[in-house]
């Protein structure tokens, strides 16, 4: 699949420097420019705003008038949108401000064949890691038997791993995805919640479906959370199993004390990936030193069979207003 989206790129793009301030970007495709420039120009102005530089719609190309490192970038940018957009037919806010983030435009790693081996490509759309830390952590997912990782919102803890777990199973190279965590929020105790113990569970496990209908038609997802290849279930009900051929993520850990991460880990069988995704700086237990989650990683961080990733605001992708946010949290914890 890299030799084909990188010969894609080459015979739809053209670069043409007329002086060391000014390139051109020829697309060959109408379809594909349109699509990269968006409509109105709305994806260019965006990309125009976020890098400071100049950048122009003429005919069948985009022109940029800027500082050479301006127009390199730019150019990288660009690249990397046409890329977005003939893997998943469309590009969001998203895929432009990870187009200028550090990593995306770094030279030894920016073109398509270094990066292509870390696209999760799911029924829906195709999932690229964004941050250098993410690519480590699309790595510790395939290759490790367990992985621990930390960090704000919006770093893409639950959804890649959410989207390695769907591949594996559409690939069968696992039987079961099973999702889970602590129904612990802001206090509130499961029996004096409304409803039966679905209608009670399924608001906190809300963001798993919605990262699962995120990458495969609803129908779908239904299907196979009614035949069982998916479950969902809260941290409580994983007391006494053992999970085989199973992809096995526990989510918001922050709120489950250090027994019950044990619990979850200990449940690990033949041929079975499990992960465990937590914000230390969100725990919603009563007595916060109950948590387990930076615990679990300070006495498995060694075992080599345990990947450990830590995310930090740098790898926000969710929003850049969240980025500074978390940054702006963290810098007046650490006065």
């Given at each position: 699949m890299s030799n084909t989206i990188h010969?894609?790129?080459?015979?739809?793009?053209?670069?043409?420097?007329s002086d060391n301030d000014t390139l051109s970007v020829i697309f060959q495709d109408n379809h594909l420019l349109l699509g990269v420039v968006g409509e109105f120009n709305s994806n260019l102005k965006e990309l125009e705003k976020i890098t400071k530089t100049n950048i122009y719609s003429r005919g069948n190309s985009i022109l940029l008038k800027n500082h050479p490192k301006k127009n390199e970038l730019v150019k990288n940018a660009i690249t990397f949108l046409t890329e977005q957009f003939i893997i998943n037919g469309t590009i969001e806010k998203?895929?432009?401000?990870?187009?200028?983030?550090?990593?995306?435009?770094?030279?030894?790693?920016?073109?398509?064949?270094?990066?292509?081996?870390?696209?999760?490509?799911?029924?829906?759309?195709?999932v690229i890691p964004r941050s250098e830390r993410q690519k480590n952590y699309v790595r510790a997912l395939k290759e490790n038997d367990v992985t621990i990782s930390t960090g704000p919102a919006g770093t893409?803890?639950?959804?890649?791993?959410?989207?390695?777990a769907l591949t594996m199973l559409l690939e069968k190279k696992i039987e079961r995805i099973?999702?889970?965590?602590?129904?612990?929020?802001?206090?509130?105790?499961?029996?004096?919640?409304?409803?039966?113990?679905?209608?009670?569970?399924?608001p906190y496990l809300r963001p798993l479906y919605d990262s699962l209908y995120d990458l495969l038609d609803y129908e779908k997802i239904q299907k196979r959370i009614e035949i069982g290849d998916i479950e969902i279930a809260p941290l409580a009900f994983m007391r006494g199993r053992t999970l085989k051929n199973s992809f096995a993520i526990l989510d918001e850990a922050q709120n489950a004390t250090d027994?019950?991460?044990?619990?979850?880990?200990?449940?690990?069988?033949?041929?079975?990936?499990?992960v465990i995704n937590g914000d230390p700086s969100q725990i919603d237990?009563?007595?916060?030193?109950?948590?387990?989650?930076?615990?679990?990683?300070?006495?498995?961080?060694?075992?080599?069979?345990?990947?450990?990733?830590?995310?930090d605001h740098s790898?926000?992708?969710?929003?850049?207003?969240?980025?500074?946010?978390v940054k702006a949290y963290s810098d007046q914890n650490n006065d």
């Open positions: 010969k894609k790129i080459g015979s739809k793009l053209k670069f043409v420097y998203k895929d432009i401000i990870s187009s200028v983030n550090e990593f995306m435009i770094d030279e030894k790693i920016s073109r398509s064949k270094k990066n292509i081996e870390y696209i999760i490509k799911t029924p829906k759309k195709s893409g803890k639950t959804f890649l791993a959410v989207a390695v099973i999702l889970s965590r602590p129904a612990v929020e802001a206090g509130e105790r499961l029996g004096f919640l409304p409803g039966d113990m679905r209608e009670k569970v399924d027994v019950q991460i044990k619990m979850f880990l200990t449940r690990i069988g033949e041929n079975t990936k499990i237990l009563p007595n916060k030193n109950l948590s387990g989650l930076n615990r679990s990683k300070k006495l498995l961080g060694h075992l080599k069979e345990i990947s450990v990733v830590d995310f790898d926000v992708v969710r929003h850049p207003l969240i980025s500074k946010i």
